[in-house]
Nanobody
Framework: QLQLAESGGGLVQPGGSLRLSCAAS????????IGWFRQAPGKEREGVSC????????NYADSVKGRFTISRDNAKNTVYLQLNSLKPEDTAVYYC????????????????????WGQGTQVTVSS
């Protein structure tokens, strides 16, 4: 069964850090681009970061540049999102997804084309 499973969310104080994981099962994720997205209450789901299958291309939304880092461990079939210097406005449900793109040199944080999603993990930044 194909599955993407996010984990690592939680409650953290402003300025704190979390590491989110996106574990793939039922397929070899290292061929494909993986994106991270988030959705806050009452807001549209927005792209946060993406990484190509080879890891050679990584992109970030302007709002998280310099604070979030995406990486992948293909041996573990897992993509990570390190969240540092967290702000209250980072509070959202975070999702990972794949658009099945196998281009090793390209990925996009544009939500269009991402058709296979995980169930999400809640990140709450509050004092």
């Amino acid at each position: 069964q194909l599955q993407l499973a996010e984990s690592g969310g939680g409650l953290v104080q402003p300025g704190g850090s979390l590491r989110l994981s996106c574990a793939a099962s039922g397929f070899t994720s290292d061929y494909y681009a993986i994106g991270w997205f988030r959705q806050a209450p009452g807001k549209e789901r927005e792209g946060v970061s993406c990484i190509s299958g080879s890891g050679g291309s990584r992109n970030y939304a302007d709002s998280v540049k310099g604070r979030f880092t995406i990486s992948r461990d293909n041996a573990k079939n897992t993509v990570y999102l390190q969240l540092n210097s967290l702000k209250p406005e980072d509070t959202a449900v975070y999702y990972c997804a794949t658009n099945w793109n196998r281009d090793p040199a390209f990925c996009t944080v544009d939500r269009g084309g991402y058709a296979f999603w995980g169930q999400g993990t809640q990140v709450t930044v509050s004092s």
